[in-house]
């Protein structure tokens, strides 16, 4: 699976959007970009997917650049809770694939 | 989202003991399962693939005979930590794969596992 790479970490105000970026310049073309969430001592919790069309949902967005070499997780709204280590994972989705965990970007979200 | 289970969320075991770690998915039927490790401060790793009805796939450096994995039904996992030891002490994570597109996988809450 294609190798991703993040900043280490972040902050932004409570209230604003929280913009992650991921880089991902060797995934191909069958791979999708999986974003996840891990709040301390916590699983980690699915946050969104995409393959190359820019995906919403009720907690984020995922925009995803036109040659697939990287995307940005928006958090339209962050708030205190959303203080986590966000992971940004490039993974095939066959039966077979596997979720391979960097080091992930630490999003600190302030009052 | 779908939800996958864990039980227990901590335990605490005494040297030389085994202890079984449950993972359940509690409202789909999962053919692949994971179970990952997490040491203070680290990323998961991952130690084994969990199939249903066959053999576990181990990761390099990850003692099949030390982490016993079985994976009897659809719903359910077990990861058995044999002969454990203080430096098996960690976060033990396991997740689901849900069918459908992209074949989303789940988390479940974690497993503290102190070996004292």
């Known amino acids: 699976d294609a190798k991703t790479t993040q900043p280490t970490s972040m902050d932004c105000a409570e209230g604003r959007a929280a913009n992650l970026p991921c880089n991902h310049s060797?995934?191909?073309?069958?791979?999708?970009v999986y974003w996840y969430r891990q709040i301390h001592s916590q699983g980690p919790q699915y946050i969104i997917h995409?393959?190359?069309n820019n995906e919403t949902n009720e907690m984020a967005s995922l925009i995803i650049t036109e040659d697939r070499k990287s995307s940005t997780l928006i958090l339209p709204h962050a708030t205190l809770r959303d203080t986590a280590v966000y992971y940004c994972?490039?993974?095939?989705?066959?039966?077979?694939?596997?979720?391979?965990f960097g080091k992930g970007i630490t999003l600190s979200v302030r009052p | 989202g779908a939800v996958v289970s864990q039980h227990p969320s901590r335990v605490i075991c005494k040297s030389g003991t085994s202890v079984k770690i449950e993972c359940r998915s509690l409202?789909?039927?999962?053919?692949?399962m994971f179970w990952y490790r997490q040491f203070p401060k680290q990323s998961l790793m991952l130690m084994a693939t969990?199939?249903?009805?066959?053999?576990?796939?181990?990761e390099q450096g990850v003692e099949k005979d030390k982490f016993l994995i079985n994976h009897a039904s659809l719903t359910l996992s077990t990861l058995t930590v044999t002969s454990a030891h203080p430096e098996d002490s960690s976060f033990y994570i396991c997740?689901?794969?849900?069918?459908?597109?992209?074949?989303?996988?789940?988390f479940g809450e974690g497993s503290w596992l102190t070996v004292v």
């Open positions: 997740s689901a794969r849900m069918g459908g597109q992209g074949n989303t996988i789940y």
């Open positions: 060797t995934i191909s073309g069958n791979e999708y």
């Open positions: 995409g393959l190359k």
């Open positions: 994972i490039v993974s095939h989705s066959g039966a077979n694939s596997k979720l391979t």
């Open positions: 409202d789909f039927q999962a053919t692949t």
């Open positions: 969990s199939n249903e009805g066959s053999k576990a796939t181990y």
